[in-house]
């Protein structure tokens, strides 16, 4: 990653790929600035970069600025691509590591920029221009700023630019931007509990209406739909795909069925699901449809038939079939539960000589018939020796 501060990061997935000997390094780099500001640059004399380092690169206007590389190597191509920019019309040039003097006043000019954007605005006020001063960002040298301001249209700041260029002894260059611009360079957390995405990942800012939230059945509450920046959310567009390829479906003129019970009006819909909900006047209890049932039940109104009372009828879950997998073992493998019923017939073992009968109740009486019978056979094969020893005796 770039750095920690989640600012249109880019993740290199090439730095743990070996390139070939022979390869030669892409000489343009991505830098990042202040806020989401981003800009390539031609690494003319083949300095050796890492992402995060900070350079001195050079300006639109004339001294140096202070920025930290994002990417290098192959994918500055693709993001070249991706920013339809072509590679010939990179001319601003890499001057150097940036070196501890041009961080101490690159930290100099960035401690002035809190007190100079209030200033700013003081002067804004005095003058009665009808604009808001969001954000400054000086320039590494601290000989130049930039003054970020949204308005609802034009505004006539030469006036401005000259009490500022006096009170500040710097180059000034004002430059407008949107509501959502300025909510992406200033940051913030979003009501999801994550940082914004204009800020973190989202670049491309596409119109959002109040349809979206219609379409997802959302409450058309302004606090809840709209973002930092004023406007619609942006993740409002997030899932407008997905619900419109779902509501084809579902049957748009059915807000009512007449039955002979009453009328019952649609209540809720549930688009993923497929279901739709409807009531009668007063009732507490919403009664759950399918979308085939609701069609089904419109087709008998309009053929003038009221069927009865809705009722609801649970849905009869399918059963997938388990397939077994029929297989010869050619590994020589053995169960893992192998050992389990000679475990047991220990176990039994060890409890039947081990502890005294009393606390075997019911194994010592069903092992009573065996006793028995083994005490017969003793008694027999005992009777039957002194039968023959008294034989013997006579004879």
């Known amino acids: 990653m770039t750095s920690g501060c989640n600012k249109l990061d880019v993740y290199d997935w090439l730095s743990d790929m ?5 390869y030669k390094p892409f000489n343009i780099v991505e830098v990042r600035f202040k806020g989401s500001r ?4 031609v690494n003319a004399d083949n300095i050796y970069l890492e992402m995060g380092e900070m350079i001195a690169v050079e300006p639109a206007t004339g001294g140096f600025d202070i920025g930290h590389v994002s990417l290098t190597g192959e994918l500055v191509r693709l993001q070249l691509k991706k920013n339809k920019v072509d590679p010939e019309s990179v001319v601003k040039k890499v001057y150097r590591k940036a070196s501890e003097s041009d961080i101490a006043k ?13 200033r700013a605005r003081k002067l804004a006020l005095d003058l009665g221009l009808s604009m808001k001063i969001s954000d400054v960002d000086y320039q590494g040298d601290k000989s130049k700023a930039t003054f970020y301001y949204t308005a609802d249209g034009r505004v006539d700041f030469r006036e401005l630019i000259k009490r500022m260029a006096e009170a500040f002894r710097i180059r000034i260059e004002m430059r407008q931007i949107g509501m959502r611009q300025e909510a992406s360079r200033l940051g ?22 109040t349809s979206a939230a219609r379409y997802q059945n959302l409450s058309l509450n302004t606090l809840k739909l709209a973002g930092q920046c004023g406007k619609l959310k942006c993740c409002l567009n997030y899932e407008l795909d997905s619900y419109m390829d779902a509501l084809k479906d579902i049957p748009n003129d059915v807000d009512r069925i007449e039955t002979l019970s009453g009328v019952a009006y649609l209540q809720k819909t549930d688009i993923f699901k497929k279901t739709m909900w409807f009531s009668y006047p007063g009732a507490e209890n919403w009664i759950p449809l399918t ?7 419109a087709q008998l109104n309009k ?16 059963t997938k079939k388990v397939s077994v997998l029929d297989y010869e073992n050619v590994v020589g493998q053995d169960s893992l539960t192998r050992l389990d019923e000679r475990n047991k017939k220990r176990k039994k073992k060890k409890s039947r000589n081990g502890k005294p009968a009393a606390e ?8 009573a018939p065996r006793n028995e019978q083994k005490k017969k056979r003793r008694f027999n ?4 020796r002194g039968n023959n020893d008294n034989k013997t005796d006579k004879e």
């Open 291 to 297: 979308i085939d049932k609701v069609r089904e039940l």
């Open 303 to 318: 053929g003038g038939v009221k069927p009865e009372a809705l009722e609801y009828v649970p849905p009869t879950p399918e």
């Open 188 to 209: 913030g957390i979003g009501s999801c509990g994550r940082e914004l995405c204009c800020s973190t990942w989202l670049t491309d800012f596409k119109t959002v209406s």
């Open 38 to 41: 981003k800009d390539f640059y």
């Open 18 to 22: 070996d390139l070939p000997s022979n």
């Open 360 to 367: 075997q109740p019911e194994k010592a009486v069903s092992n």
């Open 381 to 384: 094969k005992n009777k039957g």
């Open 106 to 118: 690159y930290n100099a000019a960035k401690d002035l920029e809190w007190e100079t954007m209030h």
